[in-house]
Nanobody
Framework: QVQLVESGGGPVQAGGSLRLSCAAS????????VAWFRQAPGKERELTAA????????YYSDSVEGRFTISRDNAKNAVYLQMDSLKFEDTAIYYC?????????????????WGQGTQVTVSS
């Protein structure tokens, strides 16, 4: 089992940057594919970025490609989401999710471990 705790969210002005962290506890973290999802008010939870467990291959949604960077440090049991050039439409609750031996194109239902979320609010 894995427990996930997100941090790093908060208010930021458009054009600014934030770095989200996902701290994991539990064993064998290196065998988990980890993703960042986000959910804006009234919208469905959407996959934003993911990093695979074995080859560190990455996935980004079209809306964040080129602005967000996902990375992981297995020695620290952590995954990060560097968010640059933030836009008003990036405002959402950001969730960290994990699945053992998963791929980067999994849907919400396929992830079985979730954090509690961290709020990101971008002001224009």
């Amino acid at each position: 089992q894995v427990q996930l705790v997100e941090s790093g969210g908060g208010p930021v002005q458009a054009g600014g940057s934030l770095r989200l962290s996902c701290a994991a506890s539990g064993r064998a973290f290196g065998s988990y594919t980890v993703a960042w999802f986000r959910q804006a008010p009234g919208k469905e939870r959407e996959l934003t970025a993911a990093i695979r467990w074995n080859d560190y291959s990455r996935y980004y949604s079209d809306s964040v490609e080129g602005r967000f960077t996902i990375s992981r440090d297995n020695a620290k049991n952590a995954v990060y989401l560097q968010m640059d050039s933030l836009k008003f439409e990036d405002t959402a609750i950001y969730y960290c999710a994990a699945k053992r031996w998963g791929s980067t194109d999994m849907t919400v239902r396929e992830y079985n471990y979730w954090g509690q979320g961290t709020q990101v609010t971008v002001s224009s």
